[in-house]
């Protein structure tokens, strides 16, 4: 059965600081591995998805990369903003099923 | 709207009772699953639709779920008699068809049973 594990579980940063969330599992056979984001009562926006053929993706401020075969992957927030306060949560595709994380909730201060 | 839609968005029920929730994907996606999130449980796969068929309804946690999808496109989760184990927000995401496209999720059904 996949474990995906999301460490840490909660994060703190001033504005403007990088954030790094970091995401492993024990299964490296996936078809891909999706980051989302969460806000408190909604549901899940998805951020970035990266193929397993691929080593990385990134859109805006957010960059993803992916070691398929140490299970790894970690996801980049640059220039942290309040706006980006919210669970983000990994999930990683055994073809259509999504296995996920506990999330790591992101605070940002003003 | 053109993201997936879920109803409704707060069920609180007694104990006993018959629940259903609706899924509305975005037109034209042909894959549909639904998830549950939990408190102890983080988010679980309940069963993926390729269609109007479910290929797999592994992640069922009794016979108490079903689910259903007409016409390729709205899904309803049915819970009966419902326990107090079953309060959860249940999700229901969509995909193009499945595979390697990435999954987009509705906000959610909390489900409150007392």
């Known amino acids: 059965k996949q474990e995906v594990t999301q460490i840490p579980a909660a994060l703190s940063v001033p504005e403007g600081e990088n954030l790094v969330l970091n995401c492993s599992f024990t299964?490296?056979?996936?078809?891909?591995l999706q980051w989302f984001r969460q806000d408190p009562g909604k549901g899940l926006t998805s951020l970035l998805l990266i193929q397993s053929s691929q080593r990385e993706q990134t859109s805006g401020r957010l960059n993803a990369s992916l070691d398929k075969s140490s299970g790894r992957s970690t996801l980049y927030i640059a220039a942290s903003q309040p706006g980006d306060s919210a669970t983000y949560l990994c999930?990683?595709?055994?073809?259509?099923?999504?296995?996920f994380g506990a999330g790591t909730t992101v605070t940002v201060r003003a | 709207g053109a993201g997936v839609s879920q109803s409704p968005s707060n069920k609180v029920t007694e104990k006993g009772k018959d629940v259903e929730l609706r899924c509305d994907p975005i037109s034209g996606h042909t894959a549909l699953y639904w998830y549950r999130q939990s408190l102890g449980q983080g988010l679980e796969f309940l069963i993926y639709f390729q269609g109007n068929s479910a290929p797999d309804k592994s992640g069922l946690p009794s016979d108490r779920f079903s689910a259903e999808r007409t016409g390729g496109s709205v899904s309803t989760l049915t819970i009966q008699r419902t326990q107090q184990e079953d309060s959860a927000v249940y999700l229901c995401?969509?995909?193009?068809?499945?595979?390697?496209?990435?999954?987009?999720f509705g906000d959610g059904t909390r489900l409150s049973i007392l």
């Open positions: 995401a969509s995909s193009l068809n499945g595979g390697n496209q990435p999954q987009h």
């Open positions: 299964d490296s056979a996936i078809y891909n």
């Open positions: 999930a990683v595709s055994d073809d259509y099923k999504l296995s």
